[in-house]
C-alpha cells in the first residue's frame, strides 16, 4: 500500500502546530506576519519568472502538437480547424478551451475488463468534473480574496463575490467557492487513494499541495462562519502590506496566522511543483503550435554534418563475406566476364648464335715456362 501521503498529512500537521504556536507571541506574529510573506512572495514571483524564461528559451524546431483530427491539406478533404489547427487563430480558440475548460480532459478515458478479457473503454467524466470545480473554485477564492490588498475595491471583484454568494445562506453570507473548493481538493485526494492505478503512481509531493490547499480552505472558512475573525483588522493589516506600513492586527487569533503560514508556504512551494502547469500550459509546444507540416517542412537547425556510412557503401564493402556467410545482400556479386582468347604471338627469329670468342695468345713468358 503507498503511505506516501502520510509523510504530507504528517509534514502539514507540523507546519500547523508551528504557525499556531509561534502566533502566541509577538515575535512569531512579526516572523509569521511580515517576513515569511514577503520572502514567499519573492520566491514565488522570482522562481515562477524563471521557470517560465527557461521554457521559453528551450528551442522547438519540430512540428510536435498533440491532435485528434483532420489537417488541412487538399482543398475537398474536410479539416478540423480547432481539434488540428493550421491558422494562429485556431490555436488561440484551440488554447482557450483547453485552459477554461479542459477539453482534453474532457475526453479523458480508463480502460477496464469486462466478461474476463474483454477491454472496454469507458468515459471518466468525474474526474473532468472534479479538476473543473476545483481550478474554478481556486480561481474565485484567489479572485475574490484580491479585494483585501485594493482599496477602493474595483467593481468586478464585487460582481464576482456577489455572485458567489447569490445563495444569500446565513450570516455573514455563504460563498460558494470556499466549499466547493474544499470538496474538490477531498474528491482529488480520495480518488489517488482508492483508485489503485493513481494509487500506485503518486508520490509523497502529490499529496502534499492537496493537503496544505486542505488546510488553506479549511482555516478559511473556521474563520469565516465559526471563530468569526475581524475583517476590518485583516484589511487593514493587508494594505500595510502592500504599502509597507507594517502593524501587528488586533483581535485576530492563531488561526488566521496559520492560514496565511499555509498560503506562504503554498507560494514558495509552487514554482518547484507540478502546480506549474499554471504557467506551462502556455509554453507547451503540444499545444500552441499550428499544425503545417505539410506545407512547411521543419528542419532542425542543430543538424551538424558527419560522416555517415550508408548501407549501400557498407554491402559494397563487405559483400563478398556477407556472401560467404549466407547473409541477404540486395545486390548479388557479378560474375567476372570470360576472358578472350588472346591473338597468335608472331614466332620471334631465333637470336643469332654468338661467335665464340678466339683464344687468347698465350703470352711468351708462359710459353718459356713450359719450354
Known amino acids: 500500500m503507498n503511505i506516501s501521503y502520510m509523510y504530507s498529512l504528517i509534514a502539514v500537521m507540523v507546519l500547523f502546530?508551528?504557525?499556531?504556536?509561534?502566533a502566541q507571541v509577538t515575535v512569531g506574529k512579526v516572523f509569521l506576519g511580515f517576513i515569511i510573506p514577503f520572502?514567499?512572495?519573492?520566491?514565488?514571483?522570482?522562481?515562477?519568472?524563471?521557470?517560465?524564461?527557461?521554457?521559453?528559451?528551450?528551442?522547438?524546431p519540430f512540428c510536435i502538437p498533440t491532435t485528434c483530427g483532420q489537417q488541412k491539406s487538399l482543398p475537398w478533404i474536410k479539416s478540423a480547424p480547432i481539434e488540428n489547427p493550421s491558422t494562429t487563430g485556431g490555436v488561440i480558440v484551440r488554447m482557450f478551451l483547453e485552459i477554461v475548460f479542459f477539453r482534453s480532459l474532457f475526453r479523458n478515458t480508463k480502460q477496464k475488463l469486462k466478461e474476463g478479457d474483454k477491454l472496454s473503454y469507458e468515459w471518466e467524466i468525474w474526474l473532468w468534473v472534479g479538476a473543473l470545480a476545483f481550478h474554478w473554485a481556486f480561481f474565485t477564492v484567489v479572485f475574490r480574496?484580491?479585494?483585501?490588498?485594493?482599496?477602493?475595491?474595483?467593481?468586478?471583484?464585487?460582481?464576482?463575490?456577489?455572485?458567489?454568494?447569490f445563495l444569500q445562506i446565513a450570516l455573514p453570507g455563504l460563498l460558494l467557492s470556499g466549499v466547493v473548493l474544499l470538496a474538490a481538493v477531498t474528491f482529488l485526494f480520495?480518488?489517488?487513494?482508492?483508485?489503485p492505478q493513481v494509487r500506485y503512481i503518486s508520490l509523497a509531493s502529490d499529496f502534499f499541495p492537496l493537503f496544505l490547499i486542505m488546510g488553506i480552505a479549511f482555516t478559511g472558512i473556521l474563520m469565516r462562519y465559526f471563530t468569526k475573525v475581524d475583517i476590518v483588522g485583516i484589511k487593514d493589516f493587508a494594505m500595510g502590506l502592500v504599502t509597507f506600513h507594517f502593524h501587528i492586527p488586533e483581535g485576530v487569533g492563531g488561526l488566521f496566522y496559520v492560514h496565511l503560514f499555509f498560503v506562504s508556504i503554498l507560494l514558495a512551494y509552487f514554482p518547484f511543483s507540478k502546480l506549474m502547469h499554471l504557467g506551462g500550459i502556455f509554453m507547451s509546444p503540444t499545444r500552441n503550435l499550428t499544425t503545417n507540416s505539410r506545407v512547411k517542412r521543419h528542419i532542425n537547425p542543430w543538424n551538424y554534418p558527419v560522416k555517415v556510412h550508408s548501407?549501400?557503401?557498407?554491402?559494397?564493402?563487405?559483400?563478398?563475406k556477407m556472401v560467404e556467410v549466407g547473409l541477404p545482400v540486395e545486390k548479388m556479386i557479378e560474375p567476372e566476364p570470360p576472358k578472350e582468347d588472346a591473338?597468335?604471338?608472331?614466332e620471334a627469329e631465333p637470336p643469332e648464335e654468338a661467335e665464340p670468342p678466339e683464344k687468347e695468345a698465350e703470352l711468351p713468358e708462359e710459353s718459356e715456362e713450359k719450354e
Do not use: K, M
Open 17 to 22: 502546530l508551528l504557525a499556531y504556536l509561534g
Open 39 to 60: 520572502l514567499a512572495a519573492i520566491t514565488f514571483i522570482v522562481g515562477f519568472i524563471y521557470r517560465v524564461v527557461d521554457w521559453a528559451r528551450s528551442p522547438v
Open 145 to 165: 480574496h484580491l479585494r483585501f490588498f485594493l482599496e477602493p475595491v474595483p467593481a468586478c471583484i464585487q460582481i464576482v463575490e456577489n455572485l458567489d454568494g
Open 190 to 195: 480520495l480518488r489517488r487513494i482508492f483508485i
Open 311 to 320: 548501407y549501400e557503401a557498407y554491402e559494397d564493402e563487405f559483400r563478398e
Open 343 to 346: 591473338p597468335p604471338e608472331e
